[in-house]
C-alpha cells in the first residue's frame, strides 16, 4: 500500500499552494473587485474561499510530509471556510434562481 511520500513531494504542495495562491490573489485583488457586478463579487467570494481551503490542505501535507504538523486547529479553519464556500453558492443559485433538483 503506498503512503503520501509515494504520491506527493514537499515541492509538489508548494508549487500546488503558489498555484492556488495565484488564484487567490486575482480574485481578491482591488482591480477585480471594483469591476464586477454583486453576482460575480458573490462568485469571487467562493472561489477566494475554496483557494484558501485548498491552500490549508497543501500545507497540511506538507506538514505531514516534513514529519510534523504545526498548525493549530486545521480542520476547523477548513471547515468554517468550507461553510462560508457552500453559504456563498447557496445564496449565488438562489439570486440566480437556479434549482438544481
Known amino acids: ?3 503520501l511520500k509515494d504520491k506527493f513531494t514537499v ?3 508548494k508549487e500546488l499552494n503558489k498555484r492556488l495562491n ?3 490573489y486575482d480574485v481578491t485583488h ?3 473587485r471594483k469591476t464586477v457586478g454583486v453576482t460575480e463579487l458573490q ?3 467562493v472561489i477566494d474561499h475554496l483557494c484558501r481551503v485548498s491552500g490549508m490542505l497543501c500545507d497540511m501535507v ?3 510530509l516534513e514529519g510534523h504538523i504545526e498548525t493549530f ?3 476547523s479553519y477548513i471547515e468554517k471556510k468550507l461553510r462560508t464556500a457552500e453559504n456563498g453558492i447557496s445564496n449565488f443559485l438562489k439570486v440566480k434562481k437556479i434549482n438544481l433538483d
Do not use: K, S, V
Open 1 to 3: 500500500m503506498a503512503n
Open 11 to 13: 515541492q509538489d504542495t
Open 22 to 24: 495565484r488564484i487567490f
Open 30 to 32: 482591488a482591480n477585480t
Open 43 to 45: 462568485l469571487l467570494g
Open 62 to 64: 506538507e506538514q505531514q
Open 73 to 75: 486547529d486545521p480542520h
